[in-house]
């Protein structure tokens, strides 16, 4: 499952189907750390992303199916330590792209 934003079209969610991996892919960002409305960077190569905030992006299928499955990828991710409880976010690995 990939977060992906740019500045032109802001964040969408590309490979939603995919829930065996999670991260944020930046496309053409100068910055490191680019302001990004419900995504929160923990250091250059990390972020943390709302966990409501997934589903509500263009590009998340709207079925009961798909809900399900993402909300058992949440438990795994907390499971494993990479969910921030106090800020209802998972944690992402960031790929930057050109």
Sequence with gaps: MIVDHSPATGLRLLEADDFKG?????SGHADTRPAIDGV???DDGNVLIGIDRV???PGAPDTAAWHEAYRAMIA???GKGWVD?????IRAHVERWP
């Design 55 to 57: 589903p509500a992006l």
């Design 22 to 26: 999670f991260k944020l892919r930046l």
């Design 76 to 78: 795994y991710a907390a």
């Design 40 to 42: 929160r960077f923990v």
């Design 85 to 89: 409880a106090g800020s209802n976010a």
